[in-house]
């Protein structure tokens, strides 16, 4: 997705927390954050999205710059099982069967 | 709640055969999207199926073909299967707003998918 830049790899020990940063300059009004990640031949998972305010669930933090072009996802305390490739989407709210990802960040939890 | 399921998980064809996946949404989702993903082409959008009717499709040849039963479970056909069939085939299910018909795009729950291998 030409819309977002992410980091190609990252690496980050057992029980820290993983900052993920995106940037993502050229995003319009409407257009929402969204994070996904893939565990290695798995399907996609939703972890978590946001219009311009921060968001927080029980998987993840997501902190939005004021001016919008940039988000970091944060996962508090990481574990070996978050080692997958983070997709860093943006885009409408509703789904169009669209799900092209760009290259992600691929990040290895390491004990 | 039980999630996607799909099967087989892995499958080996020769070029030429045939193949049929099978998927079952989440209890509840209507719609269910199929999605074929490569190193090449990342994830590609193949044909969603809500209520038995196919609702949207992608730009994939004939030989890719689905259908949707009356419980929601669907499958996907492959006929004379090529080289570069050989893909990860993503099953997604999802709840449709009653009001708008759509899906929010948060709201597709992917399947572990079956790994098709094409000798």
């Known amino acids: 997705d030409a819309k977002t830049t992410q980091p190609t790899s990252m690496d980050c020990a057992e029980g820290r927390a993983a900052n993920l940063p995106c940037n993502h300059s050229?995003?319009?009004?409407?257009?929402?954050v969204y994070w996904y990640r893939q565990i290695h031949s798995q399907g996609p998972q939703y972890i978590i999205h946001g219009l311009k305010n921060n968001e927080t669930n029980e998987m993840a933090s997501l902190i939005i710059t004021e001016d919008r072009k940039s988000s970091t996802l944060i996962l508090p305390h990481a574990t070996l099982r978050d080692t997958a490739v983070y997709y860093c989407i943006v885009r409408g709210p509703y789904n169009n069967n669209d799900m092209r990802f760009g290259a992600g960040t691929r990040l290895t939890v390491k004990p | 709640k039980a999630g996607v399921t799909q099967t087989p998980r892995y499958l080996i064809k020769t070029r030429g055969q045939q193949v049929t996946l099978s998927c079952s949404p989440i209890s509840g989702h209507r719609s269910v999207s199929w999605y074929q993903q490569t190193p090449g082409q990342g994830l590609q959008f193949l044909f969603e199926?809500?209520?038995?009717?196919?609702?949207n499709k992608g730009n994939f040849p004939g030989r890719f073909s689905g259908r949707q039963f009356s419980n929601s479970r669907s499958e996907m056909n492959v006929s004379t299967l090529e080289l570069g069939d050989s893909a990860l085939y993503l099953c997604?299910?999802?709840?449709?707003?009653?009001?708008?018909?759509?899906?929010?795009?948060?709201?597709?729950?992917f399947g572990p998918g079956t790994r098709l291998t094409v000798l």
């Open positions: 199926y809500f209520s038995e009717t196919q609702r």
């Open positions: 050229t995003i319009s009004g409407n257009e929402y």
């Open positions: 997604a299910s999802s709840l449709v707003r009653r009001r708008t018909g759509r899906v929010g795009f948060n709201e597709q729950f």
